[in-house]
Each structure stands twice: as structure tokens, then as C-alpha cells.
T-cell receptor
Framework: NAGVTQTPKFQVLKTGQSMTLQCAQD?????MYWYRQDPGMGLRLIYY???????DKGEVPNGYNVSRLNKREFSLRLESAAPSQTSVYFC??????????????FGPGTRLTVT | AQSVTQLGSHVSVSEGALVLLRCNYS??????LFWYVQYPNQGLQLLLK??????LVKGINGFEAEFKKSETSFHLTKPSAHMSDAAEYFC????????????FGPGTSLSVIP
């Protein structure tokens, strides 16, 4: 049982390049999330997916797109990277029964630098 | 909207001393409260959570937290700090939105001095 996995672990992009961050979970969770973590700001929600085929914007969605490919996988795409998107990106999942009492499980993160 | 504040972005304690990390929240509904820990270069993992019932919640690694509704607080404590407790700690709240959205505080970095 691997939990939540993310690829790649590190990435350096030049301004304007595109890339996709991959996330997969093997816990049969319904909900999946993408966060970015910046110093002193905690975690900010980029996008959320309550179930396969549905996605919703979080606090900071601009410059990002997501795809919930199936129940296991939730990818985050940067179409035209900007230096402001330099951050650590975390994927998380939750059983997603809407009761709020279940915790989120996090992947190890992707450290992205945009130059 | 729900929010979380954590007093002190950096806290230093001596090994063996009491650990106290402060968390205050605001919420228009009865909150669900969580503490997560992040070790260097890792993702977050759950320390403990309060949903309903007993207001003193025990978690992993000897940590506990007490939900105080009157003070809108959920402070994290550990009687005796260990070197391995050095990490970033995040308080979080949920329960206000129509989905399982969690609002995280800015985090407190704990250093343990030998």
C-alpha cells in the first residue's frame, strides 16, 4: 500500500515552459487535492476533486489546470510556467464521505523551481 | 469563512521541556480540528484530530491537544520534547463548506535544543 505518490520529486522549468505533475493514490479515496506550500503561508488549495469526473477551484487556481483521470489519479498542469509558481506542490486524498472527520493523506511533494 | 492562526512562526524548546504550540480558529459552525506534522522534505501527516466528544485529544508521539470552544483554541502540547520532534506543525480546521475542504494555518517551526 503506497498511499499517495507524486512524480516528479524535483523539477526546474524556464519561464513559459509547461509541465504536468502526476499524483496517484491506492486507498480508494473519493476526494483528491492539489496544494502549494510557500514559506509563511501554510498550504493553499489550488484545485479539488470530490469524485472522478469532477473538479473545483480552490484559493489559488490561476495558471493551473487539473484532470481527474480516474478514481486513482489527479494531475496538475502548468501551461506556461511563471517564477511566481516556484513552490512545493502537494497532492492529498481523503476518503471523501463529506463528514469532515476524515483526515487528508499527503504525498511527498514536488519541488518546482521556475527560472 | 473559517480561518486558523498560529501564534509564533518559530518556537524553540530545550530537550525534555514542555512543548506548547498555539492554535486559534474562527468558524461559523462546530469545527473539526486537526494538527499535522511535516518533517523535513516530507509531506504532512496527521498527529491528532478533534471531531466530536472528548475535548482532550491524544495523538501519536505523545502529543495531545485540547479543544476549548470558549477560547476558540486547539493548542498542541507534549510534556517532554525529544530531538525527533523538530518539525513544522500545522493546525487545520474544516466543516464549513459543502465538501471536505480543510483550511490550514501558516505553520509553526519547532526546534529542539539539546
Amino acid at each position: 500500500n503506497a498511499g499517495v505518490t507524486q512524480t516528479p520529486k524535483f523539477q526546474v522549468l524556464k519561464t513559459g515552459q509547461s509541465m504536468t505533475l502526476q499524483c496517484a493514490q491506492d486507498m480508494n479515496h473519493n476526494s483528491m487535492y492539489w496544494y502549494r506550500q510557500d514559506p509563511g503561508m501554510g498550504l493553499r488549495l489550488i484545485y479539488y476533486s470530490a469524485s472522478e469526473g469532477t473538479t473545483d477551484k480552490g484559493e489559488v487556481p490561476n495558471g493551473y489546470n487539473v484532470s481527474r483521470l480516474n478514481k486513482r489519479e489527479f494531475s496538475l498542469r502548468l501551461e506556461s510556467a511563471a517564477p511566481s509558481q516556484t513552490s512545493v506542490y502537494f497532492c492529498a486524498s481523503n476518503i471523501g464521505r463529506g463528514t469532515f472527520s476524515y483526515e487528508q493523506y499527503f504525498g511527498p511533494g514536488t519541488r518546482l523551481t521556475v527560472t | 469563512a473559517q480561518s486558523v492562526t498560529q501564534l509564533g512562526s518559530h518556537v524553540s524548546v530545550s530537550e525534555g521541556a514542555l512543548v506548547l504550540l498555539r492554535c486559534n480558529y474562527s468558524s461559523s459552525v462546530p469545527p473539526y480540528l486537526f494538527w499535522y506534522v511535516q518533517y523535513p522534505n516530507q509531506g504532512l501527516q496527521l498527529l491528532l484530530k478533534y471531531t466530536t466528544g472528548a475535548t482532550l485529544v491524544k495523538g501519536i508521539n505523545g502529543f495531545e491537544a485540547e479543544f476549548k470552544k470558549s477560547e476558540t483554541s486547539f493548542h498542541l502540547t507534549k510534556p517532554s520534547a525529544h530531538m525527533s520532534d523538530a518539525a513544522e506543525y500545522f493546525c487545520a480546521v474544516s466543516g464549513e463548506t459543502s465538501y471536505d475542504k480543510v483550511i490550514f494555518g501558516p505553520g509553526t517551526s519547532l526546534s529542539v535544543i539539546p
